[in-house]
């Protein structure tokens, strides 16, 4: 079976190399080119793996990331972009992506990428991440499919990495979790700007935990994290 791709590309000559590199190579692509009919042809496409421009008129490639995100929060997503800046980067993970490749780029890094979060996807989902019901996390509940974490009344909604980050760790409460590991599933790569990342996630997840002290992040130091659990 195709691996189906979702391609959201708005420079015709661009969209029509990719298209057909990557049908030549055996993908079953999908493009569209305007932000407005994205989501009608996702549902309707079903794709195993998005690939999005950032740059689009009317919508971007950052909304319509986040509109896929209440759909499927699993799929993988990558952002192709010109843009350089870090808080580019930044938003676009904030925005639910898995990976960005920078334009002008090789197709043979954008199917490495593709591969790359494919088998990441199959091989490394953490189980919590496929509950459908809110699972107990001390004194809160944490519901993945819907990135909330609740205290009583209180509801917290989570960004796709925050809840991706939480549901690892739950999966292997009160073990040790190489933070190499965590680094792969999430970002796909250990580079120092996603480790970077990867501390400001831990950071939000103890502040957003602090309620309950027998929950911790506990770190281990030049090896990982340990999510203790009373």
Known sequence: MKIRVFYLED?????????????????????????????????????????LDVMLP??????IAQEIRRLNPVIPIIFLT???????????FQ??????VRKPFSMEELIVRIQNLLQLAGNNKPPIANNKEPVAIGKYEFAPLR?????????RKLSHREAE??????????VVVNRRDILQ???GDDSFFNSRNLDVYVTRL???????????????????????VE
């Open 11 to 51: 420079e015709p000559f661009l969209g029509r190399i990719v298209k057909e590199s990557l049908e030549s190579r055996h993908f079953e692509v999908r493009m569209v080119s305007e932000g407005q009919r994205a989501l009608p042809v996702f549902e309707q496409f079903c794709p195993d793996i998005c690939v």
């Open 165 to 174: 980050l939480l549901g690892i760790l739950m999966a292997n409460r009160n």
């Open 147 to 155: 990135y909330e974490l609740r205290l009583g009344e209180h509801v």
């Open 58 to 63: 009317q919508k971007d490639g950052y909304t």
């Open 95 to 100: 925005s639910g992506g898995n990976d960005y």
């Open 206 to 228: 103890r502040d957003y935990l602090r309620d309950d002290p027998g929950v911790e992040i506990l770190t281990i130091k030049g090896i990982g994290y340990r999510f203790v």
């Open 82 to 92: 010109a843009k350089t800046q870090t808080e580019d980067v930044l938003k676009g």
């Open 185 to 187: 599933q999430i970002w």
